[in-house]
């Protein structure tokens, strides 16, 4: 069983960045798509980024896409999230998640995901 831990967490102003980072176990990382989602109060989880197995297929919702940018270090076993021009709809707790294959498939509204992290806060202030 895989493990993810995600860091990178916190309070930010409205227009300030963070980057969250998330390192998985194993010797598997590099053969797996990465996600990223999170989940506000009172809401259901959404999907934010997902990265192919070699980081060369990315793709991001809507509300977030041209701000946040997802990567990844397969040698480091570590996906990041850096989260530019934050906004305070953003504030949610943010997990990341592996995939099932080398890609993830966003219509799979989260099927395609075998193993989720804890999750990290990250809340934006006005």
């Known amino acids: 069983q895989v493990q993810l831990v995600e860091s990178g967490g916190g309070l930010v102003q409205a227009g300030g960045s963070l980057r969250l980072s998330c390192t998985a176990s194993?010797?598997?990382?590099?053969?797996?798509?990465m996600g990223w989602f999170r989940q506000a109060p009172g809401q259901e989880r959404e999907f934010v980024a997902t990265?192919?197995?070699?980081?060369?297929?990315?793709a991001y919702a809507d509300s977030v896409r041209g701000r946040f940018t997802i990567s990844r270090d397969n040698a480091k076993n570590t996906v990041f999230l850096q989260m530019n021009r934050l906004k305070t709809e953003d504030t949610a707790v943010y997990s990341c998640?592996?995939?099932?294959?080398?890609?993830?498939?966003?219509?799979?509204?989260?099927?395609?995901?075998?193993?989720w992290g804890q999750g990290t806060q990250v809340a934006v202030s006005s």
């Open positions: 998640a592996r995939s099932i294959g080398p890609y993830y498939r966003e219509r799979s509204n989260g099927a395609d995901i075998g193993s």
């Open positions: 194993g010797r598997t990382f590099s053969s797996y798509a």
């Open positions: 990265i192919s197995w070699n980081g060369g297929r990315t």
